[in-house]
Nanobody, 112 residues
Framework: QVQLVESGGGLVQSGGSLRLSCAAS????????MGWYRQPPGKQRELVAT???????YYADSRQGRFTISRDNAKNTVYLQMNSLRPEDTAVYYC??????WGQGTQVTVSS
């Protein structure tokens, strides 16, 4: 089993930046791909970006250019750097790994 803990969310003004962290524990060597998802209030959960253990990266079309996903395999941690934030980026952000249960998420709120 794999456990995931998200952190780094908070309140930021429009145009600001945040860096989210996702720490994995448990059977981490079973993980092939990790990613960030988000769920805005009243909306469905959506994919933001994914990264494989070997470094292959995918960005959802609407987030490419503002968000950057990265990883530190030695620390079993994945990051999401978010720049030029907009109010529509307000959501609960979740980390995910294949075969892992969803964590609690971290709240990101972008003020107008």
């Amino acid at each position: 089993q794999v456990q995931l803990v998200e952190s780094g969310g908070g309140l930021v003004q429009s145009g600001g930046s945040l860096r989210l962290s996702c720490a994995a524990s448990g059977n981490i060597f079973s993980i092939n791909v990790m990613g960030w998802y988000r769920q805005p209030p009243g909306k469905q959960r959506e994919l933001v970006a994914t990264i494989t253990r070997t470094g292959n990266i995918y960005y959802a079309d609407s987030r490419q250019g503002r968000f950057t996903i990265s990883r530190d395999n030695a620390k079993n941690t994945v990051y999401l750097q978010m720049n030029s934030l907009r109010p529509e980026d307000t959501a609960v952000y979740y980390c995910h790994a294949d075969g892992a249960p969803w964590g609690q998420g971290t709240q990101v709120t972008v003020s107008s």
